[in-house]
């Protein structure tokens, strides 16, 4: 018989995280409005938005970055066509 059986299988409840990758949270207190924070020991990483995730036009998010306790927080332009967000390093 050929094919593959259960035990060719792994299932991952929760992947593992990027070491030294910081987590990146994002609240949507409305469909169209987004906050998203990360911790400021995390300075060499840039927030990117894309509204495209089947492109690289990922840009840097233009909007100020405040600094809320041990957090980064931006709260972009309106979401009015989705979106999604990254942290890359530089």
Avoid: H, K
């Amino acid at each position: 018989m050929s094919g593959w059986n259960i035990d060719d299988v792994e299932i991952l409840a929760d992947p593992p995280a990027v070491v030294g990758a910081p987590r990146l949270t994002i609240l949507l207190p409305t469909p169209v409005t987004a906050v998203i924070w990360w911790p400021t020991n995390a300075t060499r990483f840039v927030l990117q938005q894309n509204s495209d995730l089947t492109t690289t036009n990922w840009v840097d998010v233009a909007s100020t970055i405040s600094i809320v306790g041990t957090n980064n927080q931006v709260s972009p332009a309106p979401l009015n066509a989705g979106g999604f967000f990254r942290l890359i390093q530089r």
